[in-house]
């Protein structure tokens, strides 16, 4: 009877060790990677064409040049300006789509480990963005396995690994950064480490704006777990340091353009303006259309996607109250990503939220039938989405 009690014990929820998470993780994660340059490198060879930012495409050209082509996107290019030149210094002004939007963290790192390594400050870029991703994932499948158990723990991995992002998370961009910091901070509020999970947030919140909506969850933990007036307070009064990325910026702006909300308001050069939580899907119901903003937003994939993420959101709320820190964190971020005329970068707001990935994995746990099903959703959307990024189409790299 004990021997079988402690073979049941191993298997239930906080049996997986550091080791063994690390290894499965790392499996998911160079599995999901080989395919995806597979895909990427089968579609920028054969149906691309001859433009690339790497020269022309074929096998006769040196790998890196193909592989270029699917790293550096949309995005990438502000990141390098920062990382090589600093923020522009020049009046504040929206005549044009200056670097002010972007947060510090990434590009800096990538100028630092330059400087360090001796590498370029876009390898290096992707070299952190390995390294955010599969931090992301070993901590993710810890953290699931302590709640739910290994079984979930696998699903979770699994269904992160093969995101049909996973082109964003690759590529220089701060995404998978932001997603590995999220997660830690996640994983240190589960165990009322309160300062130190207010210190990840606020790196979170020097990598990408949202990373200041960390506060929501981080609030909401305090007020659950802490019963006692004084304690709350002080702790209440250290998450506050999760709003150090819009400090910081706000400073940087101010130096730079005389505007220190000038990351924010630099959104009209892309036509972006704030208006009521989802106005942009309202008005697409009365004016369907597949590509909106100029061909930067798939106003169906930010739809699906915002769907998805309420319902996550209320099965975790759903659940169990001590996941609501999770529920409230992906509610608010859903709201206000859709909380604009665009639907410009939705997905990757909502597939930077790790609790959604805990959420699926506990709802697919209990039936492999829904597992099956859906796996080859998430694969058919991984293969599409790669391949619509490999062929350089705006909406999805955006």
Same mark, same amino acid.
């Given at each position: 009877?004990?021997?079988?009690?402690?073979?049941? #014990?191993?298997?239930?929820?906080?049996?997986?060790?550091?080791?063994?998470?690390?290894?499965?993780?790392?499996?998911?994660?160079?599995?999901?990677?080989?395919?995806?340059?597979?895909?990427?490198?089968?579609? #920028?060879?054969?149906?691309?064409?001859?433009?690339?930012?790497?020269?022309?495409?074929?096998? %006769?050209?040196?790998? %890196?040049?193909?592989? $270029? &082509?699917?790293?550096?996107? =949309?995005?990438?290019?502000?990141?390098? #300006?920062?990382?090589?030149?600093?923020?522009?210094?020049?009046?504040?002004?929206?005549?044009?789509?200056? &670097?002010?939007?972007?947060?510090?963290?990434?590009?800096? +790192?990538?100028?630092?480990?330059?400087?360090?390594?001796?590498?370029?400050?876009?390898?290096?870029?992707?070299?952190?963005?390995?390294?955010?991703?599969?931090?992301?994932?070993?901590?993710?499948?810890?953290?699931?396995?302590?709640?739910?158990?290994?079984?979930?723990?696998?699903?979770?991995?699994?269904?992160?690994?093969?995101?049909?992002?996973?082109?964003?998370?690759?590529?220089?961009?701060?995404?998978? +950064? $932001? +997603?590995?910091?999220?997660?830690? $901070?996640?994983?240190?509020?589960?165990?009322?480490?309160?300062?130190?999970? *207010?210190? +990840?947030?606020?790196?979170?919140?020097?990598?990408?704006?949202?990373?200041?909506?960390? *506060?929501?969850?981080?609030?909401? @933990?305090?007020?659950?777990?802490?019963?006692?007036?004084?304690?709350?307070?002080?702790?209440?009064?250290?998450?506050?340091?999760?709003?150090?990325?819009?400090?910081?910026?706000?400073?940087?702006?101010?130096?730079?353009?005389?505007? /220190?909300?000038?990351?924010?308001?630099?959104?009209?050069? !892309?036509?972006?303006? =704030?208006?009521? /939580?989802?106005?942009?899907?309202?008005?697409?119901?009365?004016? /369907?259309?597949?590509?909106?903003?100029?061909?930067?937003?798939? /106003?169906?994939?930010?739809?699906?996607? =915002?769907?998805?993420?309420?319902? *996550?959101?209320?099965?975790? !709320?759903?659940?169990?109250?001590?996941?609501?820190? =999770?529920?409230?964190?992906?509610?608010?971020?859903?709201?206000? @990503? &859709?909380?604009?005329?665009?639907?410009?970068?939705?997905?990757?707001?909502?597939?930077?939220?790790?609790?959604?990935?805990?959420?699926?994995?506990?709802?697919?746990?209990?039936?492999?039938?829904?597992? !099956?099903?859906?796996?080859?959703?998430?694969?058919?959307?991984?293969?599409?989405?790669?391949?619509?990024?490999?062929?350089?189409?705006?909406?999805?790299? &955006?």
């Amino acid at each position: 009877m004990c021997g079988a009690r402690s073979v049941e #014990s191993l298997e239930g929820p906080g049996s997986l060790s550091w080791r063994t998470v690390g290894l499965q993780a790392a499996g998911l994660y160079a599995v999901s990677r080989a395919l995806y340059l597979l895909v990427g490198l089968v579609v #920028s060879v054969f149906m691309h064409g001859t433009k690339s930012a790497g020269g022309i495409l074929g096998f %006769h050209q040196p790998w %890196h040049a193909m592989i $270029f &082509n699917l790293i550096y996107t =949309s995005d990438s290019a502000f990141y390098h #300006s920062i990382a090589m030149l600093g923020y522009r210094h020049v009046h504040f002004n929206t005549s044009q789509q200056y &670097n002010w939007a972007f947060f510090p963290l990434y590009p800096y +790192l990538t100028r630092w480990t330059r400087q360090v390594v001796g590498i370029h400050v876009v390898d290096a870029g992707v070299l952190w963005s390995q390294i955010g991703m599969l931090a992301f994932l070993v901590v993710l499948g810890r953290f699931t396995d302590r709640k739910l158990g290994p079984k979930a723990a696998f699903l979770a991995m699994l269904i992160a690994a093969f995101s049909p992002l996973t082109p964003y998370f690759v590529a220089y961009r701060a995404g998978a +950064l $932001f +997603l590995g910091l999220s997660m830690a $901070f996640f994983y240190l509020l589960e165990d009322s480490r309160w300062i130190w999970a *207010a210190t +990840l947030g606020a790196l979170a919140g020097l990598s990408r704006p949202v990373g200041i909506l960390l *506060a929501v969850p981080y609030l909401v @933990a305090v007020v659950m777990k802490i019963r006692r007036w004084p304690p709350r307070i002080g702790y209440a009064l250290a998450g506050a340091g999760i709003g150090i990325g819009f400090l910081t910026v706000g400073w940087i702006d101010w130096r730079f353009t005389q505007n /220190p909300l000038a990351f924010l308001a630099i959104q009209k050069a !892309w036509n972006r303006h =704030s208006a009521f /939580p989802f106005h942009s899907t309202w008005h697409w119901f009365f004016h /369907p259309v597949l590509t909106s903003q100029g061909g930067w937003a798939l /106003p169906p994939l930010a739809m699906v996607f =915002s769907a998805l993420a309420v319902g *996550a959101g209320y099965y975790l !709320w759903h659940q169990h109250p001590d996941w609501w820190p =999770s529920a409230a964190y992906v509610l608010i971020t859903v709201l206000l @990503a &859709n909380a604009s005329n665009s639907f410009e970068g939705v997905p990757r707001f909502i597939a930077e939220l790790p609790p959604i990935y805990v959420a699926a994995a506990s709802w697919l746990e209990p039936s492999p039938r829904r597992q !099956w099903l859906t796996l080859m959703i998430v694969g058919g959307f991984f293969a599409a989405y790669a391949t619509l990024w490999a062929l350089g189409v705006h909406a999805v790299q &955006n």
